[in-house]
T-cell receptor
Framework: NAGVTQTPKFRVLKTGQSMTLLCAQDMNHEYMYWYRQDPGMGLRLIHYSVGEGTTAKGEVPDGYNVSRLKKQNFLLGLESAAPSQTSVYFC?????????????FGSGTRLTVV | KQEVTQIPAALSVPEGENLVLNCSFTDSAIYNLQWFRQDPGKGLTSLLLIQSSQREQTSGRLNASLDKSSGRSTLYIAASQPGDSATYLCAVERNTPLVFGKGTRLSVIA
């Protein structure tokens, strides 16, 4: 049982380049989330989705876009990468509603923007 | 806005000690509280989930308690081992996604 899978695991971008981070879950969870983790700042929510075809902004959404075309996948896009987006990105999923199982996290994507 | 605080930020203990990690949150009307473990350079591993109607959860040497009225949770680790060395994160959920504390970095010295 894979749980939550993130690809790629590492990436180096040049300023201004674009990329997409993929998150896939095999638990049939309704809700999915993207967080970023920075030293001294903890984990902060970027965007989330409460079901296929839905997205919502979190605490730090600027510079990112997301799409949830399929229930099992949640994509995070950077249209024009900036050094401030250097971070570790985590995807998570939950059942949603009255959540009895808690959040399951992926292993992260370490992104460096130079 | 929900804020989650974890004290202490770092803790170093000798092997075998029992220890307590603290978590406090500003809005007591939460649905769930979840404790995670994070090893350096790795993802988050869920340790314990306490739902709003529960007061504590136990898993092996770990026990987490929840006092909603005071906005506090504690994670108790019994007979600590060097393998327990990691960062422990507390997170709460209400009608918005999980809000995290900044964690307690634990070192257990053999």
């Amino acid at each position: 049982n894979a749980g939550v899978t993130q690809t790629p695991k590492f990436r180096v971008l040049k300023t201004g380049q674009s990329m997409t981070l993929l998150c896939a879950q095999d638990m049939n969870h309704e809700y999915m989330y993207w967080y970023r983790q920075d030293p001294g700042m903890g984990l902060r929510l970027i965007h989330y989705s409460v079901g296929e075809g839905t997205t919502a902004k979190g605490e730090v959404p600027d510079g990112y876009n997301v799409s949830r075309l399929k229930k099992q996948n949640f994509l995070l896009g950077l249209e024009s990468a900036a050094p401030s987006q250097t971070s570790v990105y985590f995807c998570a999923s939950t059942e949603g509603g009255v959540d009895l199982s808690g959040y399951t996290f992926g292993s992260g994507t370490r992104l460096t923007v130079v | 806005k929900q804020e989650v605080t974890q004290i202490p930020a770092a803790l170093s203990v000798p092997e075998g000690e029992n220890l307590v990690l603290n978590c406090s949150f500003t809005d007591s009307a939460i649905y769930n509280l979840q404790w995670f473990r994070q090893d350096p350079g790795k993802g988050l591993t869920s340790l314990l989930l306490i739902q709003s109607s529960q007061r504590e959860q136990t898993s092996g040497r770990l026990n987490a308690s929840l006092d909603k009225s005071s906005g506090r949770s504690t994670l108790y680790i019994a007979a600590s081992q060097p393998g327990d060395s990691a960062t422990y994160l507390c997170a709460v959920e209400r009608n918005t996604p999980l809000v995290f504390g900044k964690g307690t970095r634990l070192s257990v010295i053999a």
